[in-house]
T-cell receptor, first 115, second 116 residues
């Protein structure tokens, strides 16, 4: 079964600076989707960014970008110009396109933003 | 607003009781997923339905069951509740089950269940 690992339980960043959250995954599939979800204190799960495995170009959404390394099975999230509102739990997720489209989530990284 | 609705927002009940959580997917979405998130923990996948049929099962206890109705809304039934069942229960929806579809999962606001 696929596994998703987030090795950083908690991280801190100064407001306006850049931070990178790490995610690795294990799979034997060649095509899949990867996601980053944000969960602020309200506990709502919010989609931040997604990446199709067949695309070599890294996805970007405003201040959020990913570094997708398919061979290394690595999918990190970079947040530029960090804002106080970025403080949240961030979950990395893998979507299988073969195994009944199941989603697999990492354990999360808590991001603190210091003013 | 993701377009996925869940009711109730909060539920407080006693051990041994039974509750039903309801989810309405986004308009047009055929697939519904249920997740459990205990305090300060990650998401545990429970079960997935597509167009009324069960498609995948995760770490769902035998005391729990779910179904998806013809109008595509879904219900998660939790019975013989225990203290450890206290958690946030999320429903998520996506467009299509079929392999190769390029859809994303959108989450509802969750139902917070407290078992006393």
């Amino acid at each position: 079964a696929q596994t998703v690992t987030q090795s950083q339980p908690e991280m801190s960043v100064q407001e306006a600076e850049t931070v990178t959250l790490s995610c690795t995954y294990d799979t034997s599939e060649s095509d899949y989707y990867l996601f980053w979800y944000k969960q602020p204190p309200s506990r709502q799960m919010i989609l931040v960014i997604r990446q199709e495995a067949y695309k070599q170009q890294n996805a970007t959404e405003n201040r959020f970008s990913v570094n997708f390394q398919k061979a290394a099975k690595s999918f990190s999230l970079k947040i530029s110009d960090s804002q106080l509102g970025d403080a949240a739990m961030y979950f990395c997720a893998y979507r299988s396109l073969l195994n009944f489209n199941k989603f697999y989530f990492g354990s999360g990284t808590k991001l603190n933003v210091k003013p | 607003d993701s377009g996925v609705t869940q009711t109730p927002k909060h539920l407080i009940t006693a051990t041994g009781q039974r509750v039903t959580l309801r989810c309405s997917p986004r308009s047009g979405d055929l697939s519904v997923y249920w997740y459990q998130q205990s305090l300060d923990q990650g998401l545990q996948f429970l079960i997935q339905y597509y167009n009324g049929e069960e498609r995948a099962k995760g770490n769902i206890l035998e005391r729990f069951s779910a179904q998806q109705f013809p109008d595509l809304h879904s219900e998660l039934n939790l019975s013989s509740l225990e203290l450890g069942d206290s958690a946030l229960y999320f429903c998520a929806s996506s467009v299509s089950f079929t392999s190769g579809s390029r859809d994303t999962q959108y989450f509802g606001p969750g139902t917070r269940l407290t078992v006393l």
